[in-house]
């Protein structure tokens, strides 16, 4: 979920501008918090950071409140964050990284920035695992084909986390690598499937990683999930209300802003959790023929 930040310097302008009513020229900045909790990983990457005005380029350095108080409490105790330096601007991580989330627990997050205070709370979702796991190997079957479902490349996950709705990640570890992981090795680079994406010219369009939702338990092998040959990651995320309705805010939305489907009490964003298992593949070029 961290490729929702690029969205969401996009989508939070739009907060501005509604009705075709005028640009206001005197803006007051809304604290925006994006944090997501792992099941069994301790607390990493929460963002806390003030939207700017349209009339400004949008910078996470800039935007970033270094000087939060952060803090996420459960029956478990308190777990205390501290502001990490980063390429992105700068992120809370927890203090104890020994500290792991646990399932089916209520968290309630408490942040303290620029006077205000901004406060959430998330129910993590239970563990759950692969029935039949993506295959470590397939082939691309080509434009044409991409349509016909192989029953042996359907995965199947078990219903244990208690969600009525999953996430689906699909990423490229490696965009340029591709010979290296053959054997024998070879000096084949790696290609994009097709020149045209549906995401070209968006925010999505640089990243390597596809993100979809589903409401079974189950899934065909989705070529156009695959932007790239080669080494992938595929993930399954278990999430709570909160995460899919951020998901649904920042990759569903298209030109518009819907502050419903934000959790932040007293700000914009999401404190969201979920419960995610990974598998990797690789994916072949085309047999030509």
């Known amino acids: 979920m961290k490729h929702s930040i690029i969205v969401l310097a996009s989508l939070l302008g739009l907060i501005l501008v509604s009705c075709g009513d005028p640009v206001p020229q005197d803006y007051t900045p809304e604290i925006v918090i994006e944090a997501y909790l792992y099941v069994d990983q301790p607390v990493r990457g929460v963002r806390v950071y ?3 005005s349209l009339a400004d ?7 970033m409140i270094k000087s939060a108080e ?9 777990i205390l964050l501290q502001f990490v330096d980063d390429s992105a601007g700068g992120r809370f991580d927890a203090i104890d990284t020994t500290v792991r989330i646990q399932p089916t627990t209520k968290y309630e997050l408490l942040v303290k920035a620029s006077g205000k205070t901004l406060t959430s709370s998330t129910i993590t979702p239970n563990r759950f695992a692969w029935i039949t796991p993506p295959k470590p190997q397939f082939t691309y079957p080509g434009f044409a084909n991409e349509t ?25 570890e490696d965009t340029s690598g ?21 995401d070209d010219g968006t925010a999505f369009e640089f990243e390597t990683t596809r ?22 990651r595929i993930e ?37 959790s979920a419960y995610r298992i990974t598998s990797q593949s690789f994916l072949f070029k085309e047999v030509k023929k």
Request: aromatic share 16%; net charge positive.
């Open 211 to 232: 993100m979809f939702f589903i409401q079974f338990n189950q899934s065909p092998t989705a070529w156009q999930a695959f932007k790239w040959y080669g080494k992938h």
């Open 178 to 198: 591709y010979g290296t992981y053959l054997s024998p090795p070879s000096a084949d680079t790696n290609l994009r499937i097709r020149d045209e994406e549906r």
């Open 236 to 272: 399954i995320y278990a999430p709570d209300a909160n995460l899919f309705n951020w998901f649904k805010a920042t990759r569903l939305s298209g030109a518009s802003y819907n502050p419903l489907l934000g959790s932040i009490n007293g700000g914009i964003g999401v404190f969201g």
């Open 57 to 63: 380029s949008f910078q996470f350095s800039r935007a």
């Open 148 to 172: 016909i479902f192989q029953d042996s490349l359907i995965i199947r996950w078990s219903l244990d986390a208690g969600v009525k709705q999953w996430l689906i990640s699909v990423t490229c």
């Open 50 to 52: 003030a939207s700017q």
């Open 70 to 78: 952060v803090t996420i409490t459960s029956s478990d105790g308190v």
